[in-house]
């Protein structure tokens, strides 16, 4: 399909534009906002103001940058949900008086289809059908996919997704926001058999990762009465065992859903598939069982635009098209 498509991204908090064309991705504008570290969490009022200030420039840098004039595109590709609604607003708001004002069509994209359809930005690309293990701050997803529209979600979270575990343990020991990757790079130094924590156990190939937040709280209330500098004196280890914990509980369900299904191909998108020690295990797990990994460049794991202009191609080449009276889903189902 011979198209130039633009796409847009303004889930959370990366407001991002991507040029492309034929199906090749030609960039990958993204405008990262930093002023929520000190919150310890995205908040979601300054997120749409950062998105607001950011969207024009992004967009424009995107069409500059790839030489595209605005009138030769052919399609705009823009994140419909889920995600902060005003974030959404902001993003979807923008494409779709584009999309009126230039006369081209305006593809809804999902924005957890689009994580998964991010594998296909690149060689080498996942054959159908696959798994994909889908790890973000907002999402933790197993799901079949089948085609490139065709997927359905075979487990997943029932509370808090599994970067939230990240940030929010990284919150309780004191490391400033998005705390993952702090929590990543302390646990390679420490060891992990040293303090565990409790997994919670939960039906099929869905996930539970409240809990064992709760369990490293209570496991540093308790420790903290004795030693008010333990989290300094220990935290490479602290680190070490409660992300071997989250990694388990990610593996376990993986391995399970992959017999079950029968299924070798196995991909994995989101934010955390950036964790060292989850992509170590997962290489590890890959050479026991014969599995084809396939993660994206990290450019294309964190939220970004290229992934909504790749979905927005694979959905424009089955001819499905936005209304001008569609609106951001901030809940927006599978
Ligand atoms: O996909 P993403 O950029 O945004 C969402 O859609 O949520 O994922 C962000 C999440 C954050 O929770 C962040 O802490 C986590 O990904 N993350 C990591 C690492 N890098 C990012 N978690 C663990 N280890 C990392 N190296
Ligand atoms: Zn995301």
Known sequence: MDKIILGIESSCDETSGSI??????????????????????????????????NIIPTVDLALKQANISISELDAIACTQGPGLLGALLVGYTFAKSLSYALDIPLVNVHHMKAHILAHFIEDPKPAFPFLCLTVSGGHTQIVKVEDYNEMTVVGQTIDD?????????????????PGGPLIDQYAKKGDADRYTFAESRV??????????????????????????????????DICAGYQETLIQMLISKLTRASEYY???????????????????????EAGQRNWNIYIPKMEYCTDNAAMIAIAGYYQLAEGSTASMTDSPKPRMVF
């Open 20 to 53: 492309c064309q034929n199906g090749k991705v030609i960039n990958n504008i993204i405008a990262s906002q930093s002023i929520h570290e000190e919150y310890g969490g995205v908040v979601p009022e300054l997120a749409s103001r950062e998105h607001q200030k």
């Open 262 to 284: 029968g299924i070798d191909e196995i991909a994995m998108a989101g934010g955390v598939a950036a964790n060292e020690g989850l992509r170590d295990r997962i290489q590890s």
């Open 161 to 177: 997704a599994v970067g939230e575990a990240f940030d929010k343990g990284a919150k309780l020991l004191g490391l400033k926001y």
């Open 203 to 236: 039906k099929d190939f869905d996930f539970s990762f409240s809990g064992v937040k709760t369990s490293l709280l209570y496991f540093l209330r308790n420790e903290l009465k004795s030693d008010p500098d333990f989290i300094r004196k220990n935290l490479e």
